[in-house]
């Protein structure tokens, strides 16, 4: 089981952010709490794997203050940021963070984060720029363009990110998803996230 802590000022979104998490299977959201110092208290208590912060700006000294009480509370913690700058998307792993999601990211993107950072993998938002990629070998029957699908997937971008990253249409980009998933026997791209990590087609940073 994951256990995951929801840290932000809004205790709203903090709400919905536990309920959308603890409606999938394999993860739970044990609390969530104000940003700050009293987060090593909190991560001490309920021994969470990942700290997902909500909405806090990495520009603000709540966002270091908060991640270094967690880091002192000498527990394994794996932080993700959430919503705080769509334009940013590189995790800084040397303060401490492994993956960075947008305002726009979905529950289903969040889910996949959630547990690839749990898995111990850094991950990297899509962004605007041109997609930097190695070609997958073949595996399972899958053709190699299915595979390049499956590791964009795997990025967390969405269909259109990766009909634009391919130079296809999205609808062409819609069929191999439906293929791959059919071919692998996955039921959505959540499930074909955690292939693509385990099978070598995804990989850590």
């Known amino acids: 089981m994951i256990k995951v802590l929801v840290a932000g000022d809004d205790v709203l979104a903090r709400g919905g952010v536990r309920a959308a998490l603890n409606d999938q299977p394999g993860i739970r959201a044990v609390g969530d709490c104000q940003p700050g110092i009293a987060v090593g208290d909190v991560v001490k208590a309920l021994q969470p794997h990942v700290l997902l912060l909500h909405r ?47 305002p726009s990211a979905t529950a289903e993107q969040l889910v996949a984060a959630v547990r690839m950072a749990s898995a111990g993998y850094v991950l990297f938002g899509g962004g605007e720029g041109p997609v930097q990629r190695e070609v997958p070998v073949r595996r399972d029957g899958l053709s190699g363009r299915e595979c390049e699908v499956l590791s ?30 059919g071919k692998l026997n996955l039921r959505n791209r959540i499930h074909a996230v955690i292939y693509a990590f385990e099978t070598g087609l995804a990989h850590a940073a």
């Open 56 to 102: 806090v700006s990495e520009e603000t000294e709540a966002f270091g203050v908060t991640v270094k009480a967690a880091r002192d509370a000498r527990y394994t913690i794996r932080v993700l940021t959430i919503g705080s700058h769509e334009h940013s998307l590189r995790p800084d792993v040397e303060r401490g963070v492994c993956g960075v999601l947008p």
């Open 152 to 181: 964009l997937i795997a990025r967390g971008m969405s269909n259109a990110e990766i009909a634009l990253a391919l130079t296809v249409s999205e609808h062409t980009v819609k069929s191999h998803v439906q293929n791959l998933l």
